[in-house]
Structure formats: C-alpha cells, structure tokens
C-alpha cells in the first residue's frame, strides 16, 4: 500500500493561494484530492495521472483550481487560487489504481489530512 503524506494546509483569507504538497511512497495509476468539511460527505476535488497530461476537476473548483505532479519527487501539488470561505476544509491526497476515477470507494490508500480554513 502508498504511503502519503499531505502538507501545506493553513489559515488564508477570501481570495488569498495556498499550495498543498502531497508525498508517495510509490505509484499507482491515479492521485486523487478529497476534501470533507464539518458536517458534509468527503468530495473530490482534482485528480491527477502519473503519466500524461490528463487531470480532472470537481465543478466547484475549476479554475481556481491546479493540480500537477512531480514524477522525480512522487509529489503531487493542489495549487489553490481565489480561496472562498466555502473551500474550508481538510483537504486529503488519496492513490487508486482505476483511471481517473472521482470515486472516493476507489482509492486504497489515503493521507492523513491537512486543514484549510478560509476566513472571509
């Protein structure tokens, strides 16, 4: 199984950037990014391949929104633009074997976590 390991996650105001840094120990097929704030269901957020150029995105953050990797360092980033008190959340990095998949079920293995609160 991967080991990640997120990092990067803070206390930003409405409109201010954040980068979320996310280690494996390994690779599988597809990084994922998941956020779960208070109250609500886990939802994916972005979703990266390790090989190629081909990323998906939840509606609520295209745009804003950039995930990419750094296959030398097995890192993938979540770079975080225009921040909206509504992105507050604890933000987690998952690796899944299916391609590209949004389905949290389909991620084996998962980070610990990082926390973004967006003050407004």
């Known amino acids: 199984q991967v080991q990640l390991a997120e990092s990067g996650g803070g206390l930003v105001q409405a409109g201010d950037s954040l980068r979320l840094s996310c280690v494996a120990s390994?690779?599988?097929?597809?990084m994922g990014w998941f956020r779960q704030a208070p109250g609500k269901d886990r939802e994916f957020v972005a979703g990266?391949?390790?090989?190629?150029?081909?990323?998906s995105y939840a509606d609520s953050v295209k745009g804003r929104f950039t995930v990419s990797r750094d296959n030398a360092r097995n890192t993938v980033y979540l770079q975080m633009t225009n921040l909206k008190p509504e992105d507050t959340a604890v933000y987690y990095c998952?690796?899944?074997?299916?391609?590209?998949?949004?389905?949290?079920?389909?991620?084996?293995?998962w980070g610990q976590g990082t926390q973004v609160t967006v003050s407004s």
């Open positions: 390994g690779r599988t097929e597809t």
């Open positions: 998952a690796a899944s074997t299916a391609v590209l998949t949004s389905r949290g079920s389909e991620y084996s293995s």
């Open positions: 990266i391949r390790w090989t190629g150029s081909i990323t």
